[in-house]
């Protein structure tokens, strides 16, 4: 049989800059809520309150603080939802109080993978000359399904982009610089790009056309000069 208390006493209180409404119950305990779940509940004093209604009104606060918390989250910057999960997280929340935040998230369309990576990667290449193997890799360490990273990042698996791309930044390296033939050479440029994230076939491939290049060039020199722009130019197919 449940044991059933009595609302000793309902109180507004002040909690950093928000309102809450402590509870006082008759054998003692005491904890607040948020004010809009007391009004909605209609909790008064007198009123008797079992122990099941008493969890239930500690879950349904969490779930709203976390819910709001996420929300002012998300207004700053756009996130993956792993990423909000993780803040949740070490913010102290139950399990089912953030998967309610991040649903809630999502239905209010303030959480979406796809936006996020889609954003990254503009974000990434106006900022950096990088390839599609990097950004698979930086889409996935923000917690993106490898599948969706890879249809987001279809265009820069493109040979045509990889390999346009992969010229610009290795001529801007090598401006200025003579072009050796030999093995390391080859291999180091090609490592250089790999990590950068270039697939290993494009990699080797713009080595060697470039260092058959002439020093001066008229290409390498037009190259050079553009390479200190935007990379924004590197996209185009």
């Known amino acids: 049989m449940t044991s059933e208390r009595c609302i000793r006493q309902l109180r507004v209180i002040k909690k950093r800059s ?12 005491a904890f607040d809520i948020d004010p809009e779940i007391a009004v909605r509940c209609g909790l008064k004093t007198g009123a008797a309150i079992s122990g099941e209604t008493v969890e239930r009104l500690r879950r349904e606060d969490e779930s709203l603080r976390a819910c709001r918390r996420l929300t002012r989250y998300l207004a700053l910057r756009v996130k993956s939802v792993a990423e909000a ?11 089912p109080a953030i998967a309610g935040a991040i649903e ?9 993978d796809r936006r996020f990576a ?26 993106i399904e490898a599948s ?9 698996f493109d040979r045509d982009w990889q390999r346009q791309a992969a010229e610009t930044l290795l001529r801007r390296k090598m401006a ?20 950068r994230g270039f697939e290993d076939d ?10 058959r290049e002439p020093v001066n060039s008229p290409r390498g020199d037009a190259a050079n000069k553009t390479g200190q722009g ?5 996209r185009k197919p």
Do not use: M
Request: charge should be negative; charged fraction near 35%.
């Open 18 to 29: 928000a309102q809450r409404v402590g509870i006082e119950l008759d054998d003692g305990e």
């Open 85 to 95: 999960q993780l803040y949740l997280e070490k913010a102290g929340f139950s399990d």
């Open 104 to 112: 809630d998230a999502i239905e209010r369309d303030l959480l979406d």
């Open 118 to 143: 889609e954003r990254y990667v503009r974000t990434r290449l106006k900022t950096s000359a990088v390839g599609p193997l990097r950004l698979l890799a930086d889409l996935i360490s923000h917690g």
């Open 148 to 156: 969706l990273a890879e249809q987001v990042l279809r265009p820069q």
């Open 176 to 195: 200025g610089r003579g072009r050796g033939n030999d093995k390391t050479e080859t291999r180091r440029l090609c490592d250089w790009l790999r990590q």
């Open 202 to 211: 494009v990699a080797r491939e713009v080595v060697r056309t470039i260092l």
């Open 230 to 234: 935007n990379h924004e130019e590197t």
